[in-house]
């Protein structure tokens, strides 16, 4: 695989070469890309697509993010707690957590990762529900909120959401992240309950609920989606 230095940032890149009139870029991590282009494409043309493209690249590929590999996962956080995560070839599915040993064993038909996700997607939904339901109670009652109907979802970026007739929809990995941010989120929603904009009105009350709220915005920006396993 031929690498290149782009202002002091080494990438690796693959050339894909198809029946295509332009050349195309495709980032693949945050340090390679991929070409595609013309089968009859010179080397010097691609070379000179990617110098006058390597602002773009540069920029963009510091946004990418890689999430976590489940097979290398040994410890898994839940709302701050550390458990030991063991994968196990069994003959049924099955996750089971153990909370005073703080072991969360995840068995498994196949260790293929598709499945592991698929297993561990499934089986963790029920319990984000559970907590997250036990926490907007807390919350309801402290500050007086009222809502509708609770859910969870697997998203790739967002972490909540709040419709207009006062239904919360999170994504059940927010219970991966420490329990500080992860009340944040549920505050954030409620408080779309009541202002359904981000106006400044909206972030003066979420500070009054929450003072951290700039830090756990931080947060979320920098580490959130570093944090998702599915």
Sequence with gaps: MPSILLKGNSFNYEIERKSIVSIRLRLKSPESFVISCHHLTPNFVITKFINDHQEWI?????????KKTIKDIKTLQILGEDYNFIVKKMPMDSVVIFKEEHKIYANTTSL????????????????????????????????????????????TSRFGSCSYRGNLNFNWQIILFPRAVFTHILLHELNHLKIKDHSKKFWDQLTIYDPNTKAHNLWLKKEGTKQFIV
Excluded at 58 to 66: A, R, V
């Design 58 to 66: 540069i920029k963009n590929s510091q946004k990418i993010t890689i």
């Design 112 to 155: 293929s990762i598709s499945h592991l996700k698929k297993i561990i997607d499934h089986k963790f939904r029920p319990l984000a529900l559970s907590l997250i339901k036990d926490e907007l109670s807390r919350l309801s009652i402290l500050y007086g909120f009222e809502y509708g109907r609770v859910s969870v979802r697997n998203t």
